[in-house]
């Protein structure tokens, strides 16, 4: 009985210090944090087309359309396919390619999440935050070519 | 290290024995050697199967089936037994078994470990081998209809995969139902609120007593190996673990690839990464035992239970600290080949103190869980003495993890097989004598602190870091292409057991055969033998307190 | 005890509407039980899709239901519409007219034992609507009328899952059933009579008198190892945490109610409320002084609401904090721990008011 009484109480303690563990989202948002990994933002200006995200891109996401000069013509990228790994914004030299903190997007069909250059470059910033900043990203770390010779792929 | 091995007379009596001392005492048996990078591997030809692996487990004290490997070459299949010692699991032996191309049939183990009934058919299913005295060899993960076997080489994606039932059901077969029957049927998911995931349990009832119970599974099944195989060792993998034991317990599946590439390929991973993932690893684990405790509280005490929403607030916290330093909730992809792709958050200082307040608190939420379940009279009659595993049981099936630990098996990698910063901290492994419901939960909870204490060393570790020294990535070539044919299975102790990978790379930058040890595929074998004979919440609370996540069990 | 009974609630609506003969006797009672219903229905209404979930999210630190209305209040009607609005999906060789049967017999058992019960007084109305000499007896008839409706609807839908449930409720009924009345016995014998307002008029005495304060005789006060084995046996009747195994959705899906949808899984949804607040109008009227409490007569329904809401949110408490118990240990407490508590409450109780009396 013992047991049962200090469940009891256990239970009766959360219900009576009126704390609430949820929020009321979405007037009250919980904190996303700075490295939060959430849907892409494209930049022209900075794109060299140089393939690598699509290349690395592990589920094929990813779809880019160069003519035959090799400009870039179309950047296409299936956000309700993607799986946020983040390794296209790793591979980019240039930043062209990031994932903001957006978590929030919605679309009645799933083929409304394949997201054209423009709709990627619309992407807002969530919160106003560029989080390239608090991602920090450490390219030394990844474009090492190892002890052995050079790779050029 | 908490309790010594309770059934290992073994350890005393089999010595340790080279590679040589074993082919002398397997003798004629072998045929070859074909070593792998983690343990010698010896040919024997399919039709000594059993004799070999009864000769090893009895005489040589390889008592721990760890997973069947099966593969096709371009000459010939291939079954490889990954031998094991519970009291030693660096002490390995790798049973190569080649099969005729043409007809590949070989031996079942199953006479000798009860495991390999699963894996067997798991081969079977994907691969196409038969395995000759196998009690029940039908496919596993595939549906029942499905035409041909995926992963042989031979197998044509363009061909219409499932056939229909009725095109498959053979018209002479006899329909057994008995009317005088006392035994009901019944089929338990695979939408059933008590299964964690699409589970599909065919029990046979007794008025209410279990008679018999079976698993179907394989609904979650995505061929994660062959994902694996299509993707390359740098990059491409690792996001993929994350996807396997996906109850935020991803840290431990990277961990599992991290290691078994990072010895196929020689890569040494810098001392500070490998305290951050020690640390990063230990977080996701006191999630997903978390979880694990919510949800057998929600087995056993029914829905609306709030032992469930506190639990799940206490796994809130930490994932909010994984958040921070990996960027996500669940599919983290943090480890790279080499180390972690970032260091920890800016401000460090912030991170430290968040983790610091998590640990401070954690104790003061464990004592309420045990309020709210373990010390509950009405708890403890459902849980002790119900759903009971002996040692020699869990061995047998090669059951790990907290369900083996609950039975009394000493057996966790991060000890007994050392990697990342393990050996340098100072924490516990947690055994339970109890063999029951009962004890798997404590251990679970006993984890969650030794986890905390783990995760305040390496805190403390990480603080004095000199800054100078934070390395964490090893420089390793953007592509890699280990040795042709250079074959590693290496384990780690993920949240659910020992997670082993086995990889066999063919000399380009992609694996040739990568294949996943999933603890969850072990331990939920072991169902029957717990569930049989008692009643069905008691399979309900076996099923939940095995901590299945079908995401692993099928892959 | 021997207090001139009270007008009751029919025949002080025939009084005020000066209806006259049995045909006025007749309209001023279906009056009267259609006020009486719709009040406990009201409760209902508030308890389901509301308070229960109110309750629930405060017990696990949540915030729930505030977006429709004012406290969330809104979505009591909201949720009545969406739930009446669903497809009734009739599955394929049910035993029809049981089946359909089986949710309206639920509720109208439970309903019908309120009209037995004093819900006390309201101004100058007294709210019950009838007061044979056997209440007692006839109340907890009608309360176990409900584990027939369970047994047809785990035996008419053809579903394995509802069959168990089905099967459980019986078996839990029986077991709890014996212990529950042979306990309301040990009332009756205190109060030397089965009629509900001599129960609770019994229960008017004092029973000592604590610094000017009168503390009344109720019997969860006079014999309170009898009111624990009441509580308990009521919980298992009504089929409540710890006791809910006839539904236990993490074992049985969702037992007898497991095939039943739209407006037949609202009347067993309030069914299942009206059941729980007739178990707490039960517990008040035996032993928590009926509608008796501080202050005039008059409010005395203010108190009955009070107490069968007290019951309900203690329900509530329990499920959030006490594990479900399996069948054979449900079947064991009942029969081997229940009963024979009872009967020892029971006889005891004979011999103290045999020797006190």
Redesign the interface.
């Known amino acids: 009985m013992i047991g049962l009484m200090k469940s009891m109480a256990t239970t009766m303690k959360h219900a009576l210090d009126g704390k609430t563990f949820t929020v009321k989202y979405p007037e009250e948002a919980p904190d996303v944090s700075p490295r939060f990994r959430g849907v892409h933002k494209f930049s022209q200006e900075r794109c060299i087309w140089c393939r690598q995200c699509e290349n690395v891109c592990p589920n094929d996401t990813i779809q880019i359309v160069q003519d035959d000069q090799r400009n870039g013509e179309q950047y296409n990228l299936h956000i309700g396919q993607c799986i946020y790994c983040r390794l296209c914004e790793e591979v980019c030299p240039v930043d062209a390619i990031l994932l903001t903190q957006n978590f929030e997007f919605t679309a009645d069909t799933k083929d409304d999440f394949v997201y054209n250059k423009e709709q990627l470059k619309n992407v807002p910033w969530y919160k106003g935050i560029d989080p390239l900043e608090s991602r920090n990203p450490d390219r030394s770390a990844w474009i090492g070519e190892g002890d052995g010779e050079v790779d050029y792929q | 290290m908490s309790l010594e091995p309770l059934d290992s007379p073994d350890a005393d009596v089999v010595p340790d024995r080279t590679p040589e001392e074993l082919e002398a005492l397997l003798g004629d048996l072998v045929v070859g050697r074909d070593d792998h990078l983690n343990a010698p591997g010896f040919v024997i030809r399919p039709d000594t199967v059993q004799e070999t692996l009864s000769t090893l487990k009895s005489e040589a004290g390889y008592d721990h089936l760890s997973v069947v490997t099966a593969q096709e070459y371009e000459n010939r299949y291939e079954s490889i037994y990954h031998l094991k010692k519970f009291d030693d699991p660096t002490q390995e032996v790798s049973v190569v078994v080649p099969a005729d191309k043409d007809h590949p049939v070989s031996e079942s183990a199953e006479p000798v470990f009860r495991t390999a009934d699963w894996h067997e058919r798991e081969a079977y299913d994907l691969i196409g081998i038969e395995y000759d005295g196998h009690p029940d060899l039908r496919r596993i993960l595939l549906p029942e209809t499905w035409q041909g076997h995926p992963l042989s080489l031979d197998y044509d994606q363009n061909q219409p995969q499932i056939a229909s039932l009725p095109a498959h059901v053979n018209p002479i077969q006899e329909h057994h139902k008995d009317a005088e029957s006392d035994t009901?049927y019944?089929n338990i998911g695979p939408h059933?609120?008590?299964t964690h995931g699409v589970l599909h349990l065919k029990t046979v009832l007794d008025g209410?007593q279990v008679v018999d119970v079976e698993s179907d599974i394989g609904y979650l099944h995505r061929c994660e190996e062959q994902m694996a195989q299509n993707?390359t060792y740098r990059?491409?993998?690792?996001?993929?673990p994350d996807?396997w034991d996906y109850i935020s317990a991803g840290l431990l599946n990277e961990w599992a690839y991290a290691r078994a590439a990072e010895d196929l390929a020689d890569i040494e991973v810098p001392e500070y990464a490998q305290v951050i993932r020690t640390m990063g690893a230990e977080m996701c684990r006191i999630a997903a035992h978390m979880l694990a405790l919510a949800t057998f509280?929600?087995?056993?005490?029914?829905?609306?239970?709030?032992t469930?929403?506190?639990a799940i607030?206490d796994r809130?916290r930490v994932q909010?600290l994984l958040?921070?330093?990996?960027?996500?909730r669940l599919?983290f992809?943090y480890f790279?080949l080499g180390?972690v792709?970032?260091?920890l958050?800016?401000p460090r200082e912030e991170f430290f103190s968040n983790t610091r307040d998590f640990l401070d608190q954690l104790p003061g939420s464990v004592e309420?869980y045990h309020?709210?379940?373990t010390?509950?009279?009405?708890?403890?009659?459902?849980t002790i003495d119900t759903g009971i595993l002996p040692p020699e049981v869990a061995k047998n099936y090669g059951a790990t993890g907290p369900v083996a630990r609950g039975s009394g098996v000493d057996y966790d990698l991060r000890r007994d097989d050392p990697y990342g910063y393990y050996d340098e901290l100072e924490w516990d492994v947690i055994t339970e004598d109890g063999c029951d419901n009962y004890s798997r939960l404590l251990v679970r909870m006993q984890e969650v602190e030794e986890s905390a204490k783990i995760i305040g060393q390496c805190i403390d570790l990480l603080e004095d870091w000199p800054e100078e020294e934070r390395n964490?990535?090893a420089?390793?070539?953007?592509?890699l292409r280990p040795d042709d044919d250079a074959e590693i299975y290496r384990a780690v102790e993920a949240a659910k057991g020992e997670l082993g990978i086995y990889i066999r790379s063919d000399g380009t930058d992609k694996p040739g055969r990568f294949k996943i040890r999933s603890p969850c595929f072990s331990n939920l074998q072991t169902l029957p033998e717990m569930a049989n004979g008692e009643?069905?919440?008691?399979v309900?609370a076996a099923l939940g307190s095995l901590d299945i996540v079908l995401g692993e069990v099928d892959r | 005890m021997s207090a001139a009974p009270a007008q009751l609630f029919p025949e002080f609506i025939a009084e005020t509407l000066g209806l006259p003969g049995v045909a006025g006797e007749v309209v001023a009672a279906l009056i009267a039980a259609f006020v009486v219903g719709n009040i406990v229905l009201a409760f209902t209404g508030v308890a389901g899709p509301w308070a229960k979930r109110k309750i629930t999210a405060a017990f696990t630190d949540r915030v729930a239901v505030d977006r429709v209305g004012p406290f969330g209040l809104l979505i009591i009607p909201a949720s009545a519409v969406q739930l009446l609005a669903k497809e009734l999906i009739v599955p394929e060789g049910v035993d029809r007219p049981t089946w359909d049967l089986a949710p309206i017999v639920l509720p109208a058992s439970a309903l019908l034992g309120f009209a037995v019960i004093p819900m006390g007084h309201l101004g100058p109305v007294n709210l019950q609507l009838a007061d044979p000499e056997v209440g007692l007896a006839l109340v907890f008839a009608f309360a176990s009328i409900a584990s027939v409706s369970l047994v047809m609807a785990g035996y008419a839908s053809n579903n394995k899952y509802s069959m168990l449930g089905g099967l459980r409720a019986v078996a839990q009924n029986l077991a709890y059933e014996i212990p529950l009345i042979v306990t309301a016995m040990s009332v009756v014998i205190f109060a030397g009579t089965l009629q509900m307002s001599g129960i609770v008029s019994a229960q008017q005495e004092v029973l000592f008198t604590v610094g000017g304060f009168d503390v009344p005789a109720w019997y969860a006060l006079v014999n309170p190892f009898a009111f624990v084995l009441f509580l308990t046996a009521n919980m298992a009747e009504i089929g409540r945490n710890p006791f809910d195994i006839p539904e236990a959705p993490t074992e049985i899906v969702a037992g007898y109610q497991t095939e039943y949808s739209s407006s037949y899984f609202v009347l067993f949804y309030l069914g299942e409320f009206v059941h729980i607040f007739l178990g707490g109008a039960i517990l008040a009227v035996t032993f928590l002084g009926g509608a008796a409490g501080p202050g005039p007569e008059s409010i005395g329904f203010v108190w009955f609401v009070v107490k069968i809401w007290a019951f309900f949110l203690f329900t509530q408490w329990c499920r959030s904090a006490l594990p479900r118990v399996r069948i054979d240990q449900l079947i064991e407490i009942g029969w081997k721990g229940m009963l024979v508590l009872s009967f020892a409450n029971l006889v005891l109780t004979a011999v103290l008011v045999g020797v006190i009396v």
């Open positions: 009901m019944l059933h609120p008590a209410e993707g990059h491409q993998i690792m996001p993929y996807r509280a929600l087995d056993v005490n029914g829905d609306f239970t709030a469930f929403m506190y607030n809130e909010k958040e921070d330093l990996t960027g996500q599919m992809n790279r180390g792709v970032w260091d958050p800016e309420e309020d709210l379940i010390s509950n009279e009405i708890f403890q009659m459902r964490i990535q420089n390793v070539p953007r592509t009643y069905i919440p008691d309900i």
